[in-house]
């Protein structure tokens, strides 16, 4: 059973816990420009967009890697970087459409989101679950719900204005 | 089913992985003049400049080809190909395929400059290459054509202690896809680093007895130990052309979608083919790893009875200038045919500069140095034709769209004050 971070941007309050416990997980310390996931903010507007790899089936960045050195972990239907084969050319950096692949300026090494090895942090620690990790094919149920419920509203107060 | 394919690089290995992913029993050989296994040009600069062990060039080694169970003929010579029976000639002898893959690559193109043919005088393809220019490294180097290739070697031979003199013919290094802004950072980069750069000058000889030992340009002399050339790459269509398989007009094997040539079961991928850009949809070599591996795969995968199509090429480049993430993709807003009108949206940002061409509302390309982050975004804009109008409606749109990227772009792009 696969399963994907499913993030929710309206319940992310940009708390940045995710960002901190992801660099401090990979890098031992805490700094927002080596981690795997970004908060982008809009404060004027209150828009919080946490941003992380999607690890695509058909992964631009591994199409777009001259030294073949990124690849997909099938096991935890993740995107996997040999570093051995990395020459930094960051090309999978402007590959990805999601601008979720990192260029740490300490370690000079692109970095991604790698599930944590099957238990992301993020998710655990997220306090408002706006990150969850769960069943691929079942991700869409809370969606599912809120629209199934808007359709039914609207349906039946057409019923009654008919009547 | 029997395939044979011809050439060792991406586009050949690529094409046959995929049939073996899809096709468990197919017989699959790669016959290559080469005697290297799969190697990555991409990290030869990288090799000369001693930060990457030669080991690290090359992708596979003789275990992984036979775990897939693919045969391999290395350095040895295919002189013709028999289309209608189906035959290749290999040391004078035939044999026969189902299908046939050529992805025989490309070729540095050697200007026609006199000494040029002087021991120490090379171009950069191969790692035989890259070690005949270690072995060259003296007190001076001189490269000639500033593309990405002549760039990252200068740096590559500043890296290792040499004076480096990098020479191009046209008005800016990597003309072909920075502008003029960008294009002179980059030149500032360089020649702080010590690089000597000179641009509208031509080579036009090459000094020596046997062995390099200068040369000179319209404007001055420079004594040097090697030369490397970094002028163009050509598409390698001998072989086809000669077995009557139709090359297009810009001089690469001419194939369609699902990259089949005029011969039904010849199929042909990489440098040596000319495809389609996947943004305008005209016809173009772009001989680029990333297009390389998607032919590749595509080829393989039609051939094994899977119908995929290829989208087209992408011009996208990126390289690494001393520490600055410099990228590009689309076209540059100089363009030698001035066919359409484009305006040019740059930004300068504590991260960076970014620079975006725009036409008829749409992004059709787009220049960075820095942080290159959320130019994947306008990538995809790009491929995806989508008119700045539709971006905006897309952001300020509420509630919350799923697709946050165009907000990200906006962030550092400015989108807002573009209104198309």
Redesign the interface.
Known sequence: MQKTLVID??KCTGCRLCEMVCSVKHEGVNNPLRCRINI?K?ETKG?M?P?VCRQCEDA?CI??????ARLRDEELGRVIVNY??C?????C???????A???DPYAKKVISCDLCDGEPLCAKFCETGAIRYIDSSTANKSQQREAAEKLYESTKAAAEAVR | MKVIVLGNG?AGNTAASTIRQLDKQADITIISEDTFPEY?A??LP?YISGE?SRR?LF?RTKKDYAAEKIRTILGQKVTAIQPERKEITLDGKSLSYDKLIIATGSRPVVPPIPGVNLAGVFTLKTPGDADKIIEGIGKAAVLIGSGPIGVETAIALRKRGLEVYLIEFLDRIMPKIFDEKPSLMLRGILEEKGIHVFTGERVNSILGSARVEGVVTDNRQIVCDEVVMGVGVRPNVELAKQAGITIGSLGGIAVDRQMKTNFEDIYACGDCVQTRDIATGKETLCLL??NA??EGLIAGSNCAGIPKTYLGSET?T???VYGT?A?S?GRIEAEPNQEEKVTVSERVTGNGYYRLIISGGKVVGAQ?LG???????M??ALIKRESLSKINQIIESK??P?N??Y???A?YLALQSIKE
């Open positions: 941007y309206e982008a809009w828009l967009v941003m631009p199409a777009a890697c001259p030294t073949n051995d084969r020459i930094g050319c960051k090309t950096v402007i590959a990805c459409p999601f601008g692949i990192n260029w | 991406v990555t991409c990290a990288h990457h690290r992708l790893w990333h591996k998607r996208i990126s390289l690494d993430h990228a993709f960075s942080n290159a982050q959320d130019m994947g975004a990538l995809y509630p919350l799923m946050p990227l907000h990200r772009a962030r």
